[in-house]
């Protein structure tokens, strides 16, 4: 579905002279990598507004972002299941972290999750290449972004903003299960 909509566009943007028809396989890309951000984006948006959570949406996306760029995980294997994917992921990030309230047993798997995303991270796909500079890069990033993150989880529950604690820390979890995924029997052999 987003497949076509992506060539649908493409070919319309070449028609209507706005883009030139040199690398209409790039183009679709492009425009198919953009429909998978906006889409789920504004699909959750629209939930934050609905349950008067705007800033906790905004907190939520930007560091779900942030964390998957650079500790990579999962990937569904159509654009499709990823656009479905992702707004289900992010809109049950903002219903979990409305129902858990900080605790003993958070922080624990917070910690389990932090200690496997920085020694397994970042995984990559086989059919997603990237030298060992980038690696590297993508290494030094990622525990940067989580030492952040876990410092805004510490000071929040401290000022008992127990809302975005929950937030942050449920974020970091998903992505870790998202890495969990990786694991699996059928999908060892896509990102190993």
């Known amino acids: 579905m987003v497949e ?3 060539r649908h566009i493409a070919l319309w943007l ?3 002279g ?3 028809n040199d690398d209409i396989d790039l ?3 492009a425009i198919q990598y953009l429909l998978l951000i906006i889409n789920p984006t504004i699909i959750f948006t629209a939930y934050c507004i609905a349950t008067h959570n705007i800033t ?3 907190i939520e996306v930007f560091s779900f972002l942030l964390i998957r760029k650079y500790c990579g995980g999962y990937h569904c294997q159509s654009s499709t299941a990823c656009l479905i994917f992702s707004a289900i992921i992010l809109i049950g990030i903002a219903w979990l972290s409305s129902l ?3 605790s003993l047993h958070m922080f ?3 910690v389990i999750a932090d200690i496997e995303l920085i020694i397994k991270g970042p995984i990559i796909s086989v059919n997603h290449s990237v030298s060992d500079f980038e690696k590297i890069y993508y290494h030094k990033c990622l525990i940067g972004i989580l030492s952040v993150l876990n410092i805004i989880i510490i000071i929040t529950a401290a000022y008992r903003f127990y809302h975005i604690t929950s937030c942050i820390s449920v974020v970091i979890i998903f992505c870790f299960i998202l890495h969990l ?3 699996t029997r059928k999908n060892r052999k896509l990102y190993y």
């Open 56 to 58: 906790i949406g905004l």
């Open 108 to 110: 624990t798997v917070l």
């Open 14 to 16: 070449i028609k209507s």
């Open 100 to 102: 858990i309230k900080p």
């Open 27 to 29: 183009y679709i890309y």
């Open 18 to 20: 706005i883009l030139e």
């Open 181 to 183: 995924a990786c694991m």
């Open 4 to 6: 076509k909509l992506s």
